[in-house]
């Protein structure tokens, strides 16, 4: 493994771009910004835009402008090319992609944008249609001939658009509320909820398809519509360009690249094949969160062996346009045959029976492929891995349990948990038998938090004054953790060679530098330096990170000055006002702000005059 390729896809495609930058003609030394300026730069970029649009009189972009602008502000507006410049960057092929989205409201029948229309229409009748299917032989049972004879027209009526296009579903429409709008009643002496999940079913395809035909009936108007549609997404996918443009020149005079240019420079070094091959195995983790153009990078790279790790009901960057389609779409050809091997790990050995029966009777209806693009119960349902027993060798019965706490803030709600959690384990302490027959203890139990925030922290001081005798062991970590980043400043200030000291300092609060920073600083230490040399270096660069490591440097030096001719408690009491510590130390819940109060005064004590060195 040490001469592996590891790293996040952003790490390797900085390393690719670094390593053949000519092939692309930019420079070598560019570097990352962090997202905060790239928005600064891309506002800039976008103002540069429109004013040029209002100076040329753009008609369409003024129309569009006054379509999307609400009281002369343009925040509307700005936020919609964004969108639409971010689906861009994560195509590969983004001039390819820019086309095919302006020829789609050319298209007749209204291209890509009906055919989404018409798949979401297909979507919800399937699922209404499945409803009815399922509870239809009990209707018919129970003699709710009524509701059994509207559902089984509903039925047919719905069956009839599984294929349709957009206009399919368009003539299909008016008879479909025609037959939901048939009248239906309840039997009185019914003993299952099936006649009510009759009723509220039908009620909710009835007025989405009643709202449909509201829509979309007028085909004249919806002509009419679409074209300026077309024209509006003509004129965005215009200032995508125009933006880009501007965006990119600003960018290359400053030697600077978002993390989207790395995937877009990547891609095109790849994109001829020159790498294919190169590496004998790949390996893809969390492979889940891949968006389109990262895909493209990691297939360009794929040789005979490869294997991808993921777990799509884990998908969680969405919001950066992460596709889980691309992992359902390969997991679909792999399970084909068609290009390799699909393994499936749904069987769960960690839980008892009931939680997941919980879980999946929740995931099941919530997690489909209309709400989050994964059918939960054909792609996800867990499997019992391993059936846990009692002592007496029987199946574990109970069920899960789900409490909801309703209380004014979060104290009273930590509070109103410990009492609950407290007559839980009371209930079980002294009362239920391990499997050799002992009774359990406090040692047996533990409680499962989220987090070991500050919250959490209050809850366990209301547990033990409930007489529950906690291990707070994992808190340790933060006890004296206010204490330990002032010690890593002073450590910083007496000797800024020490490594790890002086990259704690610059994660800290102190510091307020995040671990991508950090290594893209660590990349500038010159052969035979040590990372001080590498922030030094990094400070003599006119960037974003350059300048903010600078003021740093100079922060430094502030306080190094101070130090020269002030003690260590008087020169601590400054660094606690100077950056408002306590309160900062209060918020994360590493203890009061009197804890770090307590800390400079116990040095104070020990010695008014102490310099840093003896310190």
Not at 378 to 389: R, T, Y
Not at 476 to 488: H, N, Y
């Amino acid at each position: 493994l040490s001469s592996a390729s590891i790293g996040t896809i952003h790490s390797f495609c900085r390393s690719l771009i670094k390593s053949n930058f000519e092939r692309l003609g930019v420079s070598p030394a560019f570097d990352i910004i962090a997202e905060d300026m790239e928005a600064k730069y891309k506002s800039e970029a976008m103002d540069e835009v429109f004013s040029r649009c209002y100076k040329e009189g753009d008609v369409t972009f003024m129309r569009l402008a006054d379509a999307l602008t609400s009281s002369r502000k343009e925040d509307y507006l700005r936020d919609v090319v964004n969108t639409v410049y971010e689906l861009v960057e994560i195509q590969p092929d983004r001039q390819g992609f820019m086309r095919r989205l302006k020829e789609n409201y050319l298209a007749p029948d209204f291209g890509a944008y009906g055919e989404a229309l018409a798949a979401g229409a297909r979507r919800r009748a399937e699922r209404w249609r499945s409803v009815l299917e399922d509870i239809l032989p009990v209707l018919v049972s129970e003699g709710q001939k009524s509701y059994a004879a509207k559902s089984e027209a509903v039925i047919e009526a719905l069956r009839g658009i599984r294929a349709a296009d957009f206009s399919g579903v368009c003539r299909a429409v008016g008879g479909i509320v025609e037959t939901l709008s048939m009248s239906a009643s309840k039997k009185r002496d019914s003993v299952s909820d099936e006649a009510e999940t009759a009723r509220v079913t039908l009620a909710a395809a009835r007025t989405y398809f009643k709202n449909w035909a509201a829509t979309f009936a007028d085909r004249e108007f919806l002509t009419k519509a679409h074209l300026q549609n077309a024209e509006f997404v003509g004129k965005l996918v215009d200032l995508v360009e125009m933006l880009d443009e501007e965006f990119s020149a600003a960018k290359r005079a400053d030697d600077v690249m978002t993390y989207s240019d790395l995937e877009y420079f990547a891609a095109e070094l790849v994109r001829n094949g020159d790498f294919r091959g190169r590496y004998s195995v790949v390996f893809v983790d969390e492979y889940q969160d891949v968006n389109p153009v990262q895909e493209f990078i990691i297939d360009s790279l794929l040789p005979d062996e490869a294997f991808m790790v993921g777990d799509v009901k884990q998908s969680i960057y969405a919001f950066r346009l992460a596709d889980p389609e691309i992992f359902l779409g390969r997991k679909r050809r792999y399970e084909s045959g068609k290009e390799g091997k699909a393994l499936e790990f749904n069987a769960n050995f960690r839980s008892v029976r009931p939680v997941l029966q919980l879980v999946n009777s929740v995931f099941d209806v919530a997690m489909t492929a209309e709400t989050s693009g994964m059918d939960y119960l054909s792609e996800g349902h867990f499997a019992i891995g391993d059936e846990k027993k009692d002592v007496n060798g029987d199946l574990l019965s109970g069920a899960a349990e789900v409490h909801l706490f309703s209380a004014p803030d979060e104290q009273a709600r930590a509070y109103a948990k410990a009492v609950f959690i407290a007559e839980k384990l009371k209930q079980i302490v002294g009362k239920v038998t391990k499997e050799n027959g002992a009774p359990i203890s406090y040692d047996d139990c533990v409680i499962l938090m989220r987090s070991r925030s500050a919250p959490v922290k209050r809850m366990a001081r209301y547990l033990a004054a409930e007489g529950v005798p906690l291990d707070t062991s994992i808190f340790a970590d933060d006890d004296d953790r206010a204490e330990r980043e002032l010690v890593r400043f002073l450590t910083v200030l007496d000797n800024p060679r020490e490594d790890i000291p002086l990259a704690g300092f610059m994660l800290s609060w102190f510091g307020g530098f995040g671990e991508e920073e950090l290594v893209l600083i660590a990349d500038k230490r010159p052969k035979g330096g040590d990372f001080y040399d590498a922030v030094l270096a990094a400070a003599q660069e006119d960037s974003a990170l350059g300048k903010k490591t600078a003021r740093m440097l100079d922060m430094l030096a502030s306080y190094r000055l101070k130090a020269s001719f002030k003690s260590v408690p008087d020169l601590l009491q400054g660094i606690v006002s100077d950056f408002s510590y306590d309160a900062y130390v209060q918020a994360m819940g590493w203890g009061g702000a009197e804890r770090v109060s307590a800390f400079v005064a116990e040095e104070t004590g020990k010695d008014p005059y102490m310099g840093i060195g003896r310190f």
